[in-house]
């Protein structure tokens, strides 16, 4: 029966009055990662946008859904109204989920995982995965590279290896965990020959159950990335134990109580990169941050997906993110808080603006993005940071390719940026500051 349903599908044959898809004039021996990535987002957002009407309808305050996981990844207070919002932070951020565009993507990690990078076989986190298109094109760029090195094709177990051990990602949403597993299938299997994946058995479940071995690589985390890691909350844990009050004890506690396990260990990777969502956070992420004593800024997604990805990294280990511009634009204390405690605590490498040709890759956008290049490390007086500004021409327009965008150059003192905040909107908008409009300023661009 099965069969017969699978054949008729194909054939286009639905139900009966229903004229026929025509299935058998395309060819499906290629998937492209892509149609997978935007066919997953267009159903989510139906589905989101259906439910949302259905309980404005009923007038129902209630949040939406959550995933699989939402005992473990989404804190669940009580205490009061600002605490609600833990509740929906699975909404907040699903209501954010876009496909990255490709071109976006090849120009992330051709800035990041760089030729002399892939020597030193870097370990490779998305803490906001979706449906997985940077790690699928991560795990690519490695296996080309390892090729390439290697002078031959590698084989099953080498691609394998591969995927257990340098490729890993955490989602929020269980759904857009499961397409980011069938992603990396296609991809492990694109690279194999049909002999080789008759003989090689079942595939790895790759996302994370419990222990991990070579059955079971665990690679995909269905959680909040601000869930607590071992050592976050050991760390917790004897802060409480050891005082009976002190200023924020009582969120420590919650955060103790509610905030999930993260089953990854702090500095445990090399790189870390992905789009993670722009918009404000809700409670829990906050609270992560306020509990280790990190400056949230305006409590955007952006800012505090930057700490947490510190935190994962290594030290000297590479950050690639897209980011909300407002990181760098913010003119509040509290903005300027957050940028002064990154760049104490990181060396940037490069930024690259994108507000000019934000709606060329995302139709809808609003807010403008820029790419940061960043490492983990505490930056020497003579560091450098390249600010690149992009511009929008017909060619842009045209070929929709990061290729075709002009990049307009600056290289400025990364001392500069911390003694100077305001800096930052000079360079966005090519002006150079002089002497005369900023006494006492010395400028070391070039």
């Known amino acids: 029966m099965a069969l017969k349903l699978l054949r008729a ?63 473990t990844s ?33 120009d992330a990690l051709r800035r990041t995982l760089t030729p002399i990078c892939l020597s030193h076989h870097p370990k490779i986190l998305d803490p906001a995965c979706g449906s997985g298109i940077f790690l699928v094109e991560a795990f690519r760029r490695i296996v080309r590279y390892e090729a390439q090195s290697r002078k031959r094709k590698l084989s099953p177990d080498e691609l394998r290896d591969i995927l257990q051990n340098r490729i890993f990602g955490i989602e929020i949403n269980a759904e857009a965990a499961r397409v980011a597993a069938f992603s990396l299938y296609l991809a492990l299997l694109d690279q194999q020959e049909p002999p080789d994946i008759a003989s090689g058995g079942p595939l790895p479940y790759l996302l994370h159950s419990g222990p991990r071995d070579e059955k079971h690589f665990g690679i995909l985390i269905v959680s909040d990335a601000f869930a607590l890691t071992n050592d976050e ?38 790189v870390v990169i992905g789009n993670p969502p722009w918009q404000e956070a ?15 800024g305006e409590g955007a997604y952006s800012q505090l997906f930057i700490h947490r990805a510190l935190t994962l990294l290594r030290e000297g280990g590479r950050l690639g993110l897209l980011v909300g511009m407002k990181v760098f ?29 934000r709606r060329v890759f995302f139709a809808k956008a609003v807010a403008p993005f820029a790419f940061l290049l960043a490492e983990r490390c505490s930056p020497l007086p003579g560091d450098r940071v390249v600010i690149w500004n992009a511009r929008r021409v017909r060619a842009v327009d045209r070929l929709r390719s990061m290729a075709a965008v002009p990049l307009d150059r600056r290289v400025v003192a990364q001392g500069d940026l911390a003694d100077a905040d305001y800096l930052w909107k000079a360079y966005w908008w090519g002006g150079i500051m002089t002497q005369r409009c900023c006494p006492g300023w010395r400028w070391s661009g070039r």
């Open 74 to 106: 989404v804190l669940v207070i009580d205490e009061g109204p600002e605490e609600d919002a833990f509740e929906e932070g699975e909404l907040k951020h699903g209501a954010g989920t876009h496909y990255t565009p490709a071109n976006l993507v090849h």
């Open 329 to 357: 634009w913010n003119d509040r204390d509290t903005s300027r808080a957050f940028r002064g405690n990154l760049l104490t605590h990181a060396a940037l490498r490069q930024v690259v603006n994108m507000a000019h040709v």
């Open 233 to 270: 909350r050991e760390l917790l844990s004897k802060r409480v134990a050891a005082k009976k009050a002190y200023k924020g004890r009582a969120g420590d506690v919650r955060l103790l109580t509610n905030a999930g396990v993260l089953d990854l260990p702090l500095g445990g990777f090399d």
């Open 282 to 296: 809700p409670s829990l992420p906050r609270s992560w941050a306020a509990a280790f004593k990190l400056p949230e």
């Open 9 to 71: 599908f194909l054939l286009g044959e639905i139900q009966a009055g229903q004229e026929p898809l025509f299935f058998w004039a395309y060819d499906f021996e290629v998937v492209p990662l892509a149609l997978i990535s935007s066919i997953y987002e267009q159903f989510y957002h139906d589905a989101l946008n259906k439910e949302t009407s259905r309980r404005t309808k009923n007038n129902s305050s209630y949040p939406l859904p959550q995933a699989d996981n939402a005992d």
